[in-house]
């Protein structure tokens, strides 16, 4: 029988709420409930059972719960006392906004992780991209997020009979989650038009509020979209080719700009989080162009001035590159409106990287639209140095301007309320809101080591519980016969010893390096009077073959007899899991190669949460080692395969001869203090300095405040600043074949002492240009065997006097070290007053070293 398709008429069905619960709505579709247990409560106590199901999302709850059960809660004195408290609670913080007129910042992120039922992230960058925003608005600070929202979202996670990850894409149903279409002032739902090879692409916009922050989120499976393939553009999270990364990519950047623009926004400084929203940058340099008549070069300035991009890819790999054929398809159109010839467009994504070929970089265009540019971590910061110092390819790897800031973790949503709870009783009364003072974690050494023990155990037991439901539930769900079931729901032991890893399975992590060497891990795992239990983790990319295969060994370890009740796998790893986990383990354990975990902040979770660390040094506790209470394994050497087998080693030893003994002394009195001074040292060095209000102020600092005074000082009198800036950078082309430095002056090949002052000079060719439009440098340091300089100070030499229609530069210079001391001569354009903001593009000229 055929069906005759008609259009379906919609209407949207809202819960009906008491009068004496009224704003149970406006309480859920805003995430401040998320870090806020007084108002997660609310949710929480109306039905516990219907909230776990729901998957804390209250939205969802509200439009399940039935109306007996809101009857009985409007009822009841002691709930509306709590609720209208959590009322008070929500207008005194939403009563503080950002004020008028001050720093504005967009920002742009391919995934926010708010909620585990909330599907538009895949693992760290958009749980980091969520803690931030919160952050953000816990500092009132002025900050709009920008993002896509998926129609299916990344992947949900399961195991078939032989371990191998298969990959479901449930539907989101948008309208039971904390998010709204965005209106217009008047009152309109918001569109806005992209135009796309094959044609017009509308893209609708939509609204969470995370605490006082806003966040655009655009959606391209709207009726509007006759093509399946536009309307699939949102569709996945870091799904589908090449073309539909550019698709979501032009969506992201260039949609966001004009969503921002089509609500009314107006920032200051535009943060790329990440390489995936660059093409912001090309839509500014149209508008600038087309809105007041600057060229392409001028339009670059203007745009680089307040534009902010933050790196958190440690390999070449892991950046978004497009062919370019496939950037000529969607970007010819815009050189030929806008008079640029392609190749110089296509030049600003080119250059970054060997491997990268002539293919067109996302990271490469970010890096030289944006002034202002910085890593996740400091060790981050080298790496990124190095593998992007080919666009600065005159200047010392150590020079190239980008700064390292540091990830953090928003302690209040990571936090486990019970450890909270006991700080309540112990810290200053404000430690909730002065949580960055390192005094306050102070206190924490007053805490009895019995309750913070106790505390520790109770989440053990918690953790405990949620595993083997999770792992009965998947058991259910295939069928597994009955003894499985019996197994399942006695696995693991809240006394015992417990080791937590979780993580995206990429081969870098080396997830399977603890399974090394089987044999010993058998003997630790099983020993009688030490044992140890061991929880893992993790998804791989669908597309990740080496990935999923780690999975499936993993999971063929734990059906070993000897291992089954040591190890055990968790499916479908999320926010929900890895909160149990740090805040439940005793040990968190992360084993990557050295130099390509960016950052990292699921060790910061466990650690805030006094679950100690063992860890290679890399990303975050490359910094925090030594403060962490934790242990580090191996050394501070670069990556090389033969470590896989010295580092195995390392674990196993550790755990043998120092962790475990520690953890099982002193039980049979009830507490190991050993261990329990190390789980203070973890939380009192590491709580105030790894989360996301220091990170943000670092931010603002460093990054936002210049930026914006930047943008400031580019668009003042008609952008004249930009205008000026683009013709010296053609005067400076033009002159530079010709600059030189003629003659240098300065102990050359003298016998010095300590203390004797050395005079530097420089006589150079300025070819036209004046002595205000170079910076002339000595950079001194120690010579090697090689003849080549180390351990380096750069000195500005200043200008001294014009001579003979030269230019004399020079200072003078008092080594203190002895030995081979050598230096060489610079000189590099000097419009930019600040060399963090040194662009890609400004050529530099050396002399021989001396």
């Known amino acids: 029988m055929a069906y005759h398709v008609r259009p379906v008429k919609e209407f949207l069905v809202s819960p009906a709420l008491p009068p004496e619960l009224s704003r149970l709505g406006e309480l859920a579709f805003n995430f401040l409930w998320s870090w806020k247990q007084s108002i997660r409560t609310v949710f929480r106590r109306l039905d516990p059972a219907l909230w776990k199901e729901c998957r804390r999302n209250p939205v969802l709850m509200l439009g399940r719960v039935p109306q007996e059960t809101l009857a009985k809660a409007a009822a009841d004195p002691r709930y509306v006392a709590q609720y209208q408290a959590a009322c008070r609670e929500f207008d005194e913080y939403m009563a503080q906004q950002p004020p008028a007129g001050g720093i504005r910042v967009a920002y742009f992120s391919m995934e926010y992780g708010l909620l585990e039922s909330v599907s538009i992230y895949s693992g760290g960058l958009g749980i980091l991209s969520g803690d931030y925003l919160k952050a953000a608005s816990d500092a009132n600070f002025g900050l709009v997020g920008v993002g896509l929202l998926y129609q299916k979202g990344y992947l949900e996670q399961h195991l078939n009979p032989d371990g191998w990850q298969v990959e479901k894409y449930p539907i989101n149903d948008f309208f039971t989650w904390p998010v709204q279409p965005a209106v217009d002032g008047e009152g309109n739902e918001v569109l806005v038009e992209l135009r796309l090879p094959r044609g017009k692409c509308y893209v609708k916009v939509w609204k969470m509020q995370v605490g006082r922050v806003p966040l655009l989120l655009l959606d391209t499976n709207i009726p509007q979209n006759t093509t399946e393939e536009y309307r699939d553009i949102t569709d996945q999270l870091y799904g589908g080719d090449a073309v539909t990364r550019i698709q979501q990519e032009f969506v992201l950047g260039v949609g966001g700009l004009r969503a921002l623009k089509a609500l009314g926004f107006e920032p200051t400084v535009f943060h790329m989080n990440e390489g995936h929203s660059a093409f912001l940058a090309l839509e500014r340099m149209r508008l600038l162009m087309q809105e007041q008549g600057l060229s392409w070069e001028e339009a670059l300035e203007a745009a680089r001035a307040n534009n902010v991009f933050t790196t958190h890819t440690p390999v070449p790999a892991g950046i978004d590159m497009f062919d370019p054929g496939l950037i000529y398809e969607y970007f010819h159109a815009y050189c030929e409106r806008n008079n640029v010839p392609f190749d110089r467009f296509l030049a600003l994504g080119q250059g970054g990287t060997e491997e990268q070929g002539d293919r067109f970089s996302m990271a490469v265009l970010a890096l030289k639209t944006s002034a202002y540019r910085n890593a996740v971590s400091r060790l981050h910061s080298e790496v990124s140095r190095n593998m992007f110092s080919r666009l600065w390819p005159d200047f010392p790897v150590h020079e190239v301007p980008i700064l390292p800031i540091t990830n953090g973790v928003h302690l209040p949503t990571w936090i486990h309320p019970d450890l909270a709870a006991l700080y309540d009783q112990y810290l200053a009364p404000g430690w909730r809101e002065q949580y960055m003072d390192p005094a306050i974690w102070a206190q924490v050494k007053d805490i009895p080591d019995e309750e913070l023990w106790e505390i520790r155990r109770r989440r053990k037991r918690r953790l405990i519980a949620f595993i083997r439901e999770r792992l009965l539930q998947r058991a259910q769900e295939r069928h597994a016969p009955s003894t499985e079931l019996k197994r399942l729901s006695e696995i693991f032991d809240p006394e015992v010893f417990t080791i937590g890893f979780a993580r995206r399975f990429a081969t870098y992590k080396r997830a399977t390096l603890l399974f090394r060497d089987i044999g010993r891990l058998k003997k630790i795992l099983t020993d009688a009077k030490m044992p140890v239990q061991v929880v893992i983790a993790g998804k791989a990319h669908p597309k990740d073959t080496p990935g999923k295969t780690l999975i499936r060994e993993i999971i063929q370890i734990t059906r070993d007899p000897e291992l089954a009740r040591h190890i055990v796998f968790i499916e479908d790893y999320d926010i929900e899991v890895g909160r149990e986990l740090v805040q439940g383990v005793d040990l968190w354990l992360n084993t990557p190669r050295r130099g390509e975990e960016a950052c990292g902040t699921s060790g910061m979770k466990a650690a805030i949460n006094g679950t100690l660390n063992l860890s290679i040094l890399d990303g975050w506790f490359d910094e925090a080692y030594e403060v962490s209470g934790g242990w580090a394994i191996g050394d501070r050497d670069p990556y090389t395969p033969d470590l896989d087998d010295v580092h195995a080693s390392s674990i196993y030893s550790l755990l043998e001869t120092e962790i475990l003994p520690m953890y099982y002394r002193n039980r049979e009195e009830g507490v190991p203090q050993a261990w329990m001074k190390r789980v203070k040292t973890s939380i009192m060095n590491l709580s105030p300095t790894f989360n996301c209000q220091r990170m943000i102020r670092d931010y603002i600092e460093r990054m936002y405040e210049p930026a914006h005074l930047a943008g400031l000082r580019a668009s003042e009198d008609g952008y004249r600043w930009a205008r000026e800036k683009a013709e010296w950078n053609r005067k400076v082309e033009r002159a530079w ?114």
């Open 737 to 850: 074949p010709q600059v030189s430095i003629e003659d240098v002056s300065g102990a050359v090949g003298r016998a010095i002492v300590t203390g004797a002052a050395i005079a530097l000079r420089a006589l150079v060719d300025l070819a036209g240009l004046a002595p205000g439009d170079v910076r002339v440098e000595a950079v001194v340091g120690r010579v090697n065997p090689d003849g080549e300089l180390y351990d380096t100070t750069v000195l500005s030499l200043p200008f001294l006097k014009e001579q003979d229609g030269k230019f004399l530069f020079g200072r003078d210079f008092v080594p203190h070290q002895t030995g081979r001391i050598g230096y060489t001569l610079r000189i590099s354009p000097n419009r930019s007053e600040d060399p963090v903001t040194r662009p890609c593009y400004l050529p530099v000229k050396w002399t021989v070293r001396n």
